[in-house]
């Protein structure tokens, strides 16, 4: 049987900036759901290692991910899991929102975290040894690879990153990045640069994958000089960036060009009332401190919305 219940707020997506959100509200004594369509703590719970969150030393991303959940669930939050958005209406004053578990859930305010995901190269037997050899997580496929010869693809942080932490297990590392230079921090091209399990193929790209069962080669070609080279590799893990989970969203509020959710200083959306918060905006650096960061003034301004919301609801019914 549908249900619907009232809440002051509901967050859609539950990594890091969505547990941020529920912290905040829930503590503020404002009743809140967390709705997530996959396993709490998102992107973070792909991380092996997060060594960069103040006050943290050392931690993985699924411990890093229970610590929040706790911390949400503690301050009242109700949070549902492996659950999707159905359909949502976010014009007027109170947001309606439907979801897979066949319940509608209705609130004054709406903070949508849903993230991204990996990009894919979209090359020729790509999506046939996914998971047979093609990798877009270091932390949970590394293993698999322990003395074997790698490729890495990508020139970002994560694809560097990555490729050391890879140099754990693999003999060999191989990047392939298609320009001559990286778009990564200073720090992250030296560590690279002067480990010697890392290689680099600059100015290419991979055109194909091949294999029986699993893959053995790809073709990487050069881009300056348009050569060809098969090249035999147990392993590919691509790091090429990612897609904002923003589809369910398309013509309901602004966004960029590359479909990234346009927000003001406040992480207010084009529409009173809904916020937006973590990788999923537009910005350009994407961690977990940002997430939260950027969570963290979501919440504040939406529960001041609804401070407002609420005195102005008083107000009118004294003066009726
Ligand atoms: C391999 C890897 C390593 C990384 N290492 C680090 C690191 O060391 N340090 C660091 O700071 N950052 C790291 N990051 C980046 C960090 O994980 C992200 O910046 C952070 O997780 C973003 O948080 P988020 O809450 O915005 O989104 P996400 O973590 O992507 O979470 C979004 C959640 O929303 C859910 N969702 C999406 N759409 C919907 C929908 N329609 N309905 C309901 N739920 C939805 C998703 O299933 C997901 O659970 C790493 C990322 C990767 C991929």
Redesign the pocket.
């Given at each position: 049987m549908t249900q619907s219940k009232h809440f002051d707020a509901i967050v859609?997506?539950?990594?890091?900036?969505?547990m941020t959100a529920g912290i905040y509200l829930s503590r503020a004594r404002l009743s809140t759901l967390i709705?997530?369509?996959?396993?709490?703590?998102?992107?973070?719970v792909?991380?092996h290692?997060?060594?960069?969150?103040p006050g943290v030393e050392s931690i993985s991303?699924y411990q890093l991910s229970n610590i929040m959940k706790k911390q949400a669930k503690n301050f009242g939050c109700v949070i549902k899991g492996n659950?999707?958005?159905v359909s949502l209406d976010l014009e007027g004053e109170v947001k309606q929102v439907a979801l897979s578990d066949g319940n509608v859930y209705t609130a004054n305010v709406v903070i949508l975290?849903?993230?991204?995901?990996?990009r894919t190269l979209n090359v020729e037997g790509e999506a046939q040894f996914k998971g047979q050899g093609i990798s877009y997580?270091?932390?949970c496929d590394g293993d698999f690879f322990t003395d074997r010869e790698i490729v890495v693809v990508g020139g970002g942080n994560?694809a560097l990153?990555?490729a050391v932490s890879l140099t754990k297990y693999a003999s060999k590392v191989t990047i392939v990045h298609q320009f001559d230079h990286f778009q990564a921090f200073e720090h992250a091209v030296e560590e690279a640069k002067a480990h010697p399990k890392i290689h680099f193929r600059m100015e290419s790209s991979i055109t194909r994958f091949y294999g029986n069962e699993k893959l053995e080669s790809v073709d990487i070609k050069n881009l300056s000089t348009h050569e060809v080279e098969n090249f035999k590799t147990d392993g590919v893990f691509i790091?090429i960036g990612y897609v904002p989970?923003t589809e369910?969203l398309k013509g309901k509020l602004e966004m960029n060009q590359w479909n990234e959710i346009k927000v003001n200083s406040d992480m207010l959306t084009s529409i009173p009332g809904v916020f937006a918060?973590?990788?999923?905006i537009v910005k350009r650096y994407?961690?977990?401190?940002?997430?939260v960061g950027d969570?963290t003034v979501a919440a504040l301004a939406a529960s001041n919305f609804i401070h407002q919301l609420k005195t102005n609801q008083l107000h009118e019914t004294l003066a009726s």
């Amino acid at each position: 049987m549908t249900q619907s219940k009232h809440f002051d707020a509901i967050v859609i997506g539950g990594g890091p900036a969505g547990m941020t959100a529920g912290i905040y509200l829930s503590r503020a004594r404002l009743s809140t759901l967390i709705v997530s369509d996959g396993v709490l703590g998102g992107q973070m719970v792909l991380t092996h290692e997060i060594a960069n969150y103040p006050g943290v030393e050392s931690i993985s991303g699924y411990q890093l991910s229970n610590i929040m959940k706790k911390q949400a669930k503690n301050f009242g939050c109700v949070i549902k899991g492996n659950t999707s958005v159905v359909s949502l209406d976010l014009e007027g004053e109170v947001k309606q929102v439907a979801l897979s578990d066949g319940n509608v859930y209705t609130a004054n305010v709406v903070i949508l975290t849903p993230g991204g995901r990996s990009r894919t190269l979209n090359v020729e037997g790509e999506a046939q040894f996914k998971g047979q050899g093609i990798s877009y997580c270091a932390t949970c496929d590394g293993d698999f690879f322990t003395d074997r010869e790698i490729v890495v693809v990508g020139g970002g942080n994560s694809a560097l990153e990555e490729a050391v932490s890879l140099t754990k297990y693999a003999s060999k590392v191989t990047i392939v990045h298609q320009f001559d230079h990286f778009q990564a921090f200073e720090h992250a091209v030296e560590e690279a640069k002067a480990h010697p399990k890392i290689h680099f193929r600059m100015e290419s790209s991979i055109t194909r994958f091949y294999g029986n069962e699993k893959l053995e080669s790809v073709d990487i070609k050069n881009l300056s000089t348009h050569e060809v080279e098969n090249f035999k590799t147990d392993g590919v893990f691509i790091f090429i960036g990612y897609v904002p989970n923003t589809e369910f969203l398309k013509g309901k509020l602004e966004m960029n060009q590359w479909n990234e959710i346009k927000v003001n200083s406040d992480m207010l959306t084009s529409i009173p009332g809904v916020f937006a918060a973590g990788d999923s905006i537009v910005k350009r650096y994407r961690q977990v401190t940002t997430a939260v960061g950027d969570a963290t003034v979501a919440a504040l301004a939406a529960s001041n919305f609804i401070h407002q919301l609420k005195t102005n609801q008083l107000h009118e019914t004294l003066a009726s």
